[in-house]
């Protein structure tokens, strides 16, 4: 079974630059979360979606991050503009409602 | 402030040994909580999880303990291994059963001595 999937895996904007994020989840996977992990830290959640719809989006700094599920699939999440203490990895998770899987995350650098 | 958090930072321990990884957590209403390894470089891979029904729970090589009561959480590796070197997180559900949402610790980092 092929897991989540990511991309880019890495990525080096300047402050006040837009980024964009993908995610592919595990095939059925109705639930799809987007975690930002700053360096040293335990992953943090920014927005869940079941389906294609929100379930909780409270920890997302909706003033320049904005994420997507259209069809209930693939997410994107965007940063715009970015700051520098948005320099983290961005891990996405999927889930059939209980035990979440990762995929390898986007190492975002902001300079 | 999180209401998941672990003892120690970092943990070496020599390799063949058995390593014990604690966890404290704050939220009596946490129902689910799961054990997470994340070596360098990767998103954290699942290891064991328990639900708060259940005290204790075995896997290959490891077992999760949980102790309601003093609101613990520990994650023992039997027979230490390299390939165990990681940074491993407790999560806990504080949501309760339904939601699944997870609030992470700040990791424990394994180094096995070879």
């Known amino acids: 079974e092929a897991g989540v999937a990511q991309s880019p895996r890495y990525k080096i904007i300047e402050k006040r630059q837009s980024v964009a994020f993908w995610c592919n989840p595990i095939?059925?996977?109705?639930?799809l979360y987007w975690y930002q992990q700053i360096l040293g830290q335990g992953p943090k959640l920014l927005i869940q979606?079941?389906?294609?719809?929100?379930?909780?989006d409270s920890q997302l700094p909706k003033d320049r991050f904005s994420a997507e599920r259209l069809k209930g699939v693939d997410s994107t999440l965007k940063i715009q503009p970015a700051k520098l203490e948005d320099s983290a990895v961005y891990l996405c998770?999927?889930?059939?409602?209980?035990?979440?899987?990762f995929g390898p995350g986007t190492r975002l650098l902001v300079l | 402030g999180e209401s998941v958090g672990l003892h120690l930072p970092t943990l070496s321990v020599q390799e063949g040994d058995n390593s014990i990884i604690n966890c404290a957590y704050s939220?009596?209403?946490?129902?689910?909580f799961i054990w997470y390894k994340q070596e360098s470089g990767k998103g954290p891979q699942f290891i064991i999880d328990?639900?708060?029904?259940?005290d204790k729970r075995q896997g290959q090589r490891v077992t999760v303990l949980l102790n309601k009561t003093v609101k613990h959480l520990s994650l023992q590796i039997a027979a230490t291994q390299p390939g165990d070197s990681a940074v491993y997180f407790c999560?806990?559900?504080?949501?309760?059963?339904?939601?699944?949402?997870?609030?992470f610790g700040k990791g424990t980092k394994l180094s096995v001595i070879p």
């Open positions: 998770a999927s889930s059939l409602g209980g035990t979440q899987y």
């Open positions: 095939s059925g996977h109705a639930t």
């Open positions: 979606f079941q389906n294609n719809g929100v379930v909780d």
């Open positions: 939220n009596s209403a946490s129902d689910y």
């Open positions: 328990i639900r708060s029904n259940m």
């Open positions: 999560a806990e559900n504080p949501s309760g059963a339904g939601s699944y949402q997870l609030t």
